[in-house]
């Protein structure tokens, strides 16, 4: 049985509003498990609690009530965050400095050196492949490259459990798949990941479960699968198909008193249109 990653437990968090006597109550009597080697997506739109709760879970703010641990070390305790890797939504890296030497910059803060550090980056760097850009200024470099760079440094210390906020925000499709695939690589690897984001299409290709917040607290939670699918319908995909074939299933449906409700061809999503269509020959 798989150990307990995070732990959040009955997590409310106020805050008060300046000059009078009210509150704003961000997040409310939220609790969830994550088991170690899934990738977790809590959903929900902009001012649903989701970016709160990380900053609770990191020991950036504390809460109001309730308590938060990381593989059963409480979030407030320093020592608990040595397993975790963080990339917040809007990074910022200092523009003069080359990947390499932003990724040496926080692989010293994790007491890394020598030869071991020169390891690591080069591991990193291909692992999100920026090779080629290594030497270059990240102040030119794209969104996507930026969000890959903030992926990387999130990783230097080879932590155990990765908080992604908003992980493709401002990311162009084909820097969105690049970064959804190395979410899928570290769930290979073994890691925890836990992810917010607001674009649903996003998390069905990535998340083994899911909670969807709305105004502070949790209204669905489950597995992708359980929660995407229709319970009384059946989808068959079939290649080849002559053109009586679904007059022939209608017939068959109608005689064992079920009901054909479409035929239609197989669709791609806009996005994956959008990929083939741009994809550089190798």
């Given at each position: 049985?798989?150990?307990?990653?995070?732990?959040?437990?009955?997590?409310?968090?106020?805050?008060?509003?300046?000059?009078?006597?009210?509150?704003?109550?961000?997040?409310?009597?939220?609790?969830?498990?994550?088991?170690?080697?899934?990738?977790?997506?809590?959903?929900?739109?902009?001012?649903?609690?989701?970016?709160?709760?990380?900053?609770?879970?990191?020991?950036?703010?504390?809460?109001t009530r309730g308590k938060t641990t990381i593989f059963g070390v409480d979030s407030r305790d320093y020592r608990s965050h040595r397993?975790?890797?963080?990339?917040?939504?809007?990074?910022?890296?200092?523009?003069?400095?080359?990947?390499?030497?932003?990724?040496?910059?926080?692989?010293?803060?994790?007491?890394?050196?020598?030869?071991?550090?020169?390891?690591?980056?080069?591991?990193?760097?291909?692992?999100?492949?920026?090779?080629?850009?290594?030497?270059?200024?990240?102040?030119?470099?794209?969104?996507?490259?930026?969000?890959?760079?903030?992926?990387?440094?999130?990783?230097?210390?080879?932590?155990?459990?990765?908080?992604?906020?908003?992980?493709?925000?401002?990311?162009?499709?084909?820097?969105?798949?690049?970064?959804?695939?190395?979410?899928?690589?570290?769930?290979?690897?073994?890691?925890?990941?836990?992810?917010?984001?607001?674009?649903?299409?996003?998390?069905q290709e990535v998340c083994d479960r899911v909670g969807i917040m709305s105004r502070g607290s949790m209204v669905r939670e489950g597995?992708?699968?359980?929660?995407?699918?229709?319970?009384?319908?059946?989808?068959?995909?079939?290649?080849?198909?002559?053109?009586?074939?679904?007059?022939?299933?209608?017939?068959?449906?109608?005689?064992?008193?079920?009901?054909?409700?479409?035929?239609?061809?197989?669709?791609?999503?806009?996005?994956?249109?959008?990929?083939?269509?741009?994809?550089?020959?190798?």
């Amino acid at each position: 049985m798989s150990a307990v990653a995070v732990s959040i437990s009955g997590l409310t968090k106020h805050y008060p509003v300046p000059m009078r006597r009210q509150r704003v109550v961000a997040v409310n009597d939220l609790s969830l498990e994550i088991q170690e080697g899934e990738v977790y997506g809590l959903l929900g739109p902009n001012g649903s609690g989701k970016s709160t709760t990380l900053k609770v879970l990191l020991g950036l703010a504390s809460p109001t009530r309730g308590k938060t641990t990381i593989f059963g070390v409480d979030s407030r305790d320093y020592r608990s965050h040595r397993s975790v890797g963080f990339l917040p939504e809007n990074p910022y890296f200092y523009k003069f400095l080359t990947a390499d030497e932003t990724l040496r910059f926080y692989g010293k803060l994790c007491a890394l050196r020598g030869g071991q550090l020169d390891a690591r980056i080069a591991e990193l760097l291909s692992l999100v492949g920026l090779e080629e850009a290594r030497h270059r200024r990240v102040g030119g470099y794209s969104k996507g490259m930026l969000q890959r760079v903030g992926l990387a440094q999130a990783l230097v210390q080879d932590p155990r459990l990765i908080v992604l906020d908003e992980p493709t925000a401002g990311v162009d499709p084909a820097g969105s798949h690049q970064i959804r695939d190395l979410i899928l690589e570290l769930k290979k690897r073994g890691k925890t990941i836990l992810l917010t984001s607001h674009l649903l299409g996003e998390a069905q290709e990535v998340c083994d479960r899911v909670g969807i917040m709305s105004r502070g607290s949790m209204v669905r939670e489950g597995s992708l699968a359980e929660l995407i699918s229709i319970e009384d319908q059946t989808e068959y995909i079939i290649q080849n198909a002559p053109v009586d074939f679904a007059e022939r299933i209608a017939a068959l449906a109608d005689a064992s008193g079920a009901k054909l409700l479409e035929a239609r061809k197989a669709r791609l999503t806009l996005e994956r249109v959008f990929l083939n269509a741009t994809r550089q020959p190798k």
